[in-house]
């Protein structure tokens, strides 16, 4: 018996955890980005997809996708040798994994222990990871579980999707076919694959689905869902221009019969296998109707199924109060199929999701029980839960994440003078007070970024590039050599830019977070001392999400959260790709994600990747700040969690190993 | 013998011996100069750029940048000083000398280890209780906290003023316009009123903060002042209905004063006392409406100190407990003398109280 274990849908994609709450519409596909703290769990509007010209051409279905004749499955299973590659059940796997990891002490003592060392938080995380046993017995099935969301969901058609929040929800609710472990390997998941084939030459992908998928409305799902959703994807009316990136790079899929489906790549790629996975709407329901509303959520009907959405995943949704409370029940038609079992039943039976924006509002909720997971920030850490009132129903745990923050230059000449010379950058960098960074207003729990890859990652490089101190005295000789010197006796350093002379001023957008603007505030002060004036602007998350899409700022304070592989950040490196808002260029780098995308063997791509990474510290398109790490808090009555680079629920089996015990 | 009958006091001259009687306004308009004076002599009281000094030769006056950082003389700039004057004056010029305010502590930065002597680096994270060194404690960030208020002071009352200031012009004319030609000018006007009364100042002002590239202070303050005139017009239109007919505009007419002569020399004179009041009681209001904007973070942009903005600071975290009362009690205390102000003065000009007192 193999388990439903919700398949995250789109999951690649950066998290940009910007501003307050947003991430960033996901560059590959939505829903992946995971930013654990507070701030990340919320969302926020897509940009780009309201911006959908409204033309009166006929709506056509598919066509986006390549012009393409797919050959019969007769003539393809000829000519292709088939390469057999992961399915697997990740509960299955993770219980494999917790065999490896002895408990260092039991739960009643993690239960007692306060997180106050990294010791205690091994052996916090070690107890309180334990898994349910197999055969189900001790848990409570009849538990609910209260949760919380930083911000409500706009749309519930898994397409539509482009927030943290809807990606939580429906990672829950949605059906997919792909994900990943907690080490980010790819994966077909078993509840819903029987197999998954690569072709030798990395062309192919040929994926059996289970015959015994059924949507919540009783109709089965079959590979021709997947096919219309494909479809549905690179049809030009609908609005989803972000879902299409990654889906774009596909020549075709084809479902030959109801369960047998074949993916056709453009090329040869190690990235390809993040390409199969996109979120999956029932044909049966939007079929008929998709012609007259291609935004598949305003006619009548669509409203409709916004309001009471047709699912495939572990669970549905069963009340949805806007702005307060969204409800989860668990599905019985997702493991139970013509009165057996033939999936792990889901552990909860109710899931809670209540919408609180303010962290310490869903901090005190979690201190009285009435949400039983919350993000924390640093100083909530460190400070609001330490004592009995935390301690009383709730523990913590905290662990890297491979998160990043930033100050982002616009190098755009035209929008910015300021920053398109390397050395003003490097100066820049050198103007940062790091240590007072890190130790005072970090609280000393996040270490200084040394760039776009984790420490802890495998692309990170073997030899890295030393990282960047505080040296004012470099920063002021690398900006007289760069000619931004104080030439008119005003006190701010400027420069002749086309007959005219420019000062060096500048604007900071930043997410209205106090934590976040005492950052650039202290890059504000060492900046003035120096000679450039620097404002900081705080704004509200969607404000600041608006501008950097729009390229309208100087430079920008915010965040990228990990995307699956390495290659996802192309998007936000490589020439006039659509998230370099800065408009970051270097041909080496473009050139060296070409050849990482046609590499298939990790340690050479780890090189290659290496490389990027200290090519692009050098040239400093971003100050590298710190590397955020995931801090959370659960209530004493939950187990099985445990944190991956992307906090302890986006990656298989994520959510779903969670429990409650018996009491 | 004549007998001459004691001149009668003037009508200010009445007033202010009528409200010298109220201890507690009388403690209040003390309050608020106090304050002013704290407002003007900001970075005197505390700051870390000397109020004067000589270096090389020369007289300088760095504390004027903490009014505007242009007029902080670059030569300081040029020099590497780094806004750290103390040591830098010393090891650059030993001929130098300096008279800094009586606090060192910046509104703006963080006082490290040694720019002071006997005076240890601020303390931050939520370690910056109230001490010898930071009478107030510091925020997260390690900066003084006292320092803040004092500049902070600025902000306050500048808004107050400034605010108010447009108000006032903008409801006298509208309010005497209104009041004195009557008839479809006032029709008109009183609609005008009306309107602008339904406008949300604080919808206005958050609207304009996320249009504006860079927001300033001044952005709110006219904001406020643009639609906070209404109460003010509405009591000088009544001021002026009531007097354009007493004999003495008619008598002013008469010997052939102009329109405007007799609107503003003759009949406003009369109307000021009770415009006052509204006028006291807005500035108080100004100034819990920019609190409560700082507060939730629409204020002045960072690192303009601001009280609000502490108290927004303190919002995160209860145990630090300074972030919240002390700019809590500033506000409470501030309000709350303007608002006695105003009550003094309603009760010092209304006539109708003359005889009781």
């Known amino acids: 018996m193999t388990s439903l274990r919700f398949v995250f849908l789109p999951l690649c994609g950066l998290a940009l955890l910007g501003c307050g709450a947003p991430t960033a519409p996901p560059q590959e596909k939505p829903a992946a980005k995971e930013a654990p703290q507070a701030d990340a769990r919320g969302s926020n509007e897509e940009p780009a997809a309201a911006s959908e010209p409204k033309s009166a051409e006929p709506f056509v279905l598919g066509d986006l996708a390549p012009k393409f004749d797919p050959p019969t499955l007769a003539e393809l299973e000829a000519k292709v040798k088939w390469v057999d590659s992961p399915v697997v059940d990740t509960l299955a796997l993770l219980r494999k994994q917790k065999e490896k990891e002895p408990a260092k002490v039991s739960v009643e003592e993690a239960l007692k222990l306060e997180n106050d060392s990294p010791e205690a938080n091994e052996k916090i995380l070690s107890a309180l990871s334990v898994l349910a046993p197999e055969d189900g017995q001790g848990v409570n099935y009849d538990a609910t579980i209260s949760r919380a969301l930083s911000m409500d969901i706009g749309k519930t058609n898994p397409l539509r999707s482009s927030s943290i929040s809807e990606a939580e929800i429906l990672g829950l609710t949605s059906f997919g076919v792909f994900s990943f472990d907690w080490e980010m390997n790819p994966l077909a998941s078993s509840d819903s694959v029987v197999s998954w084939q690569t072709s030798e030459d990395h062309m192919y992908d040929k994926v059996v689905l289970r015959d015994d998928l059924t949507w919540s409305d009783g109709k089965p799902i079959t590979a021709h869902d997947v096919e219309f959703s494909y479809r549905v994807i690179m049809s030009s009316k609908v609005p989803i221009e972000a879902m299409r990136t990654g889906t774009d790079e596909l020549l075709a899929v084809k479902a030959y019969d109801d369960h047998t489906l074949v993916y056709f790549h453009k090329n040869p790629f190690a990235t390809n296998v993040w390409n199969l996975n996109f979120a999956v709407i029932p044909k049966h329901k939007y079929e008929q109707t998709i012609a007259a509303d291609p935004t598949l959520v305003e006619s009548e009907e669509h409203a409709a199924l916004e309001l009471k959405p047709v699912t495939g995943g572990a669970y549905e949704i069963a009340r949805w109060r806007r702005g307060q409370e969204i409800v989860l029940t668990r599905r019985e038609s997702a493991y139970m199929h013509n009165g057996k079992q033939v999936r792990d039943k889901p552990y909860f039976k109710e899931i809670r999701f209540r919408i609180l924006e303010d962290e310490s509002t869903s901090l005190l909720a979690l201190k009285s029980g009435q949400i039983e997971e919350s993000v924390l920030g640093a100083e909530q850490w460190q400070t609001q839960t330490t004592g009995t009132d935390f301690y009383n129903q709730n523990t913590k745990i905290m662990g890297p994440e491979w998160t990043y923050f930033h100050i982002g230059w616009n190098m755009d000449p035209k929008a910015c003078p300021f920053f398109t010379d390397k050395r003003v950058r490097q100066a820049l960098a050198y103007a940062m007070n790091y240590d007072e960074m890190v130790n005072d207003l970090c609280f000393g729990l996040f270490p200084q970024s040394q760039g776009i890859w984790h420490p802890d990652s495998w692309m990170f490089p073997k030899n890295p590039a030393p990282m960047f101190t505080y040296d004012l005295d470099k920063a002021e000789d690398l900006l007289d050599e760069a000619g931004w010197v104080d030439s008119d006796g005003d006190g701010v350093r400027d420069k002749e830019i086309n007959g005219e002379v420019v000062p060096f001023e500048f604007t900071i957008i930043v997410g209205n977070k106090p934590d976040r603007v005492a950052i650039c505030n202290l890059f504000r002060e060492s900046l003035e001392s120096i000679g450039i004036n620097c404002q900081i602007s705080p704004m509200e998350a969607a404000v600041l999400m608006q501008r950097m899409f729009n390229k309208e700022f100087q430079a920008n304070m915010a965040g990228w959260g990990t995307g699956t592989d390495p290659d996802l950040s192309k998007n936000v490196y490589r020439t006039g790709e659509s998230r370099n808002y800065g408009s970051y260029s270097n041909p080496e780098v473009d050139r060296l994600y070409a050849e990482g995308q046609k590499e298939f063997d990790r340690a050479k791509r780890a090189e290659i990747y290496g490389q990027i990474h200290n090519l692009i510290y050098e040239d400093q398109p971003s100050l590298y700040l710190y590397n955020r790490s995931s801090f959370y808090g659960f209530n004493k009555k939950l187990r099985g969690y445990r944190l991956s680079p992307r906090g302890p629920f986006h990656f298989g089996p994520g959510f779903s190993a969670i429990w409650a015990p018996v009491q | ?357």
């Open chain 2, 1 to 357: 013998m004549t007998l001459k009958p004691p001149a009668s006091r003037g009508f200010w001259a009445e007033a202010w011996r009528r409200y010298r009687k109220r201890k507690l306004a009388l403690v209040a308009l003390g309050y608020v100069a106090l304050m002013g004076l704290v407002a003007l002599f900001s970075p005197a009281i505390a700051g870390t750029k000397p109020i004067v000094c000589k270096y090389k030769g020369s007289l300088y006056f760095p504390a004027l940048g903490y009014f505007n950082p242009r007029w902080e003389n670059p030569i300081f700039r040029t020099d590497r000083f780094r806004g750290v004057y103390p040591a830098n004056l010393k090891q650059k010029d030993p001929e130098s000398w300096a008279i800094f305010p009586l606090l060192y502590q910046d509104p703006y930065r963080r006082v490290r280890e040694g720019e002071w002597p006997n005076q240890p680096e601020n303390p931050t994270r939520d370690e910056g209780q109230p001490s010898r060194a930071n009478l107030f404690g510091t925020n997260r960030a390690g900066v003084d906290v006292f320092a803040q208020m004092v500049h902070g002071t600025r902000t306050a009352l500048l808004v107050g003023f400034v605010s108010m200031g447009i108000a006032a012009v903008i409801g006298i004319i509208v309010g005497a316009c209104a009041g004195y030609f009557g008839g479809w000018v006032d029709m008109l006007l009183s609609r005008v009123i009306e309107v602008v009364m339904c406008i949300p100042a604080l919808v206005l002002i958050l609207a304009l903060i996320a249009i504006l590239e860079r927001p300033t202070i001044w952005h709110m303050m006219a904001v406020l002042g643009a639609t906070s005139w209404t109460g003010i017009a509405r009591l000088t239109r009544g001021e002026f209905i009531r007097l354009r007919n007493a004999d003495f505009v008619t008598a002013a007419r008469a010997i052939g004063v102009g329109r405007a002569g007799v609107m503003f020399r003759h009949i406003f004179r009369n109307a000021l006392a009770p415009v006052l009041v509204p006028i006291t009681f807005g500035i108080a209001a100004a100034i819990l409406t920019e609190s409560a904007l700082s507060f939730l973070g629409f204020g002045a942009p960072p690192p303009n100190p601001s009280w609000g903005a502490l108290l927004n600071d303190g919002r995160t975290n209860q145990q630090m407990w300074w972030l919240i009362v002390f700019p809590g009690v500033a506000i409470f205390l501030t309000v709350l003398a303007y608002n006695l102000i105003g009550e003094g003065l309603q009760e010092a000009t209304d006539p109708r109280l003359k005889q009781s007192s």
